[in-house]
């Protein structure tokens, strides 16, 4: 049935052409934004899915930044423990130079004193960002043996968790304010002598047998402490490499992660620039049905015509 009040095939043509028309927005949206999923409207399971998990990458970039602090930590601290082995071994050398007999004791103490000092300056000068893990005081009340560096993020379900590398100062310390528990200004005990390595005086020792003795105790103290100072820095090594390892895991894990997110919401360029061709095909196909359409209404009025 013809009618004047009803273009049903324009109808029809109109409806074909809307949705080309919201086809060809949502390509063209694809290819201005490079994302098939934009927005949760586009498909709400992927987006939640990627959105959580840029949201975890940025806490991972975090946690890689926290790494490189921790690394810079460690770096002082080693590097002030193997000047501070160099000059211990120093004290050594003048120690068992000093148990030759007739040598001036004195002058070879201020020569020990001046390494002494030079100790204590390294040891303070420790610092970075606020911590020093070599110059302590473990009687203060936000004093805490164990350093943490954080080192992971991990999400099991909807629950976060942060990991950390533990880092115990009370073993690699030289010097402890509070408790003088530090490496350097701990009492040491070999033979019947008592000293710490930052106190030891060998000015007024003799050449007799009992201090001759004593000396002999000094160098074994000072070789104890050495000892001590290369564990330390091993232990320090050893954290430093763990650190090392963990950032390059974090590095492939975010890569991992910003792969699997473009996965799931990137838009294929190659597919969307072929799709929008076609539809601007379509597109012109339409708006000449929907012209054609409209002109049927004006063929009735041949019939009218005498």
């Given at each position: 049935m013809t009618s004047l009040l009803t273009n049903a095939s324009a109808i029809t043509a109109l409806q074909n052409l809307s949705a080309t028309n919201r086809a060809m927005q949502t390509t063209?949206?694809?290819?201005?934004?490079?994302?098939?999923?934009?927005?949760?409207?586009?498909?709400?399971?992927?987006?939640?899915?990627?959105?959580?998990?840029?949201?975890d990458n940025s806490a991972l970039s975090s946690v890689k930044d926290a790494l490189g602090m921790g690394s810079a930590t460690?770096?002082?601290a080693s590097a002030a423990l193997k000047t501070t082995s160099d000059l211990v071994t120093q004290i050594k050398s003048k120690l068992v130079a000093a148990s030759?007999?007739?040598?001036?004791?004195?002058k070879v103490q201020s020569e020990i004193t001046q390494?002494?000092?030079?100790?204590?300056?390294?040891?303070?000068?420790?610092?970075?960002?606020?911590?020093?893990?070599?110059?302590?005081?473990?009687?203060g009340s936000d004093y805490t043996a164990t350093k943490n560096i954080v080192a992971s993020f991990t999400r099991t379900g909807s629950a976060v968790a942060i990991g950390t590398i533990d880092v115990d100062t009370s073993k690699i310390s030289l010097y402890d304010s509070g408790a003088q528990t530090g490496i350097i200004d701990k009492d040491r005990t070999a033979g019947s002598t008592t000293v710490a390595v930052g106190?030891?005086?060998i000015s007024a020792l003799t050449d007799s047998t009992t201090d001759q003795t004593t000396l002999k105790?000094?160098?074994?103290?000072?070789?104890?402490?050495?000892t001590d100072i290369t564990t330390a820095a091993s232990d320090l090594g050893a954290v430093k490499t763990r650190i090392g390892t963990q950032t390059d895991f974090l590095g492939n894990l975010m890569d991992a992660v910003t792969?699997?997110?473009?996965?799931?919401?990137?838009?294929?360029?190659?597919?969307?620039?072929?799709?929008?061709?076609?539809?601007?095909?379509?597109?012109?196909?339409?708006?000449?049905?929907?012209?054609?359409?409209?002109?049927?209404?004006?063929?009735?009025?041949?019939?009218?015509?005498?």
């Open positions: 063209q949206d694809r290819i201005s934004t490079g994302m098939r999923v934009a927005n949760a409207s586009d498909n709400a399971a992927y987006w939640s899915i990627a959105t959580t998990m840029r949201s460690v770096d002082v030759q007999p007739g040598i001036d004791r004195a390494l002494q000092n030079q100790i204590k300056s390294v040891a303070d000068s420790s610092n970075f960002s606020g911590q020093n893990w070599l110059s302590v005081d473990t009687t106190d030891l005086d105790d000094y160098i074994s103290v000072v070789d104890a402490a050495l792969k699997g997110v473009g996965q799931l919401v990137d838009a294929d360029m190659n597919q969307e620039s072929t799709r929008l061709q076609a539809l601007q095909v379509q597109q012109q196909l339409g708006v000449q049905s929907l012209s054609i359409a409209n002109q049927s209404s004006q063929q009735i009025l041949s019939l009218f015509r005498g």
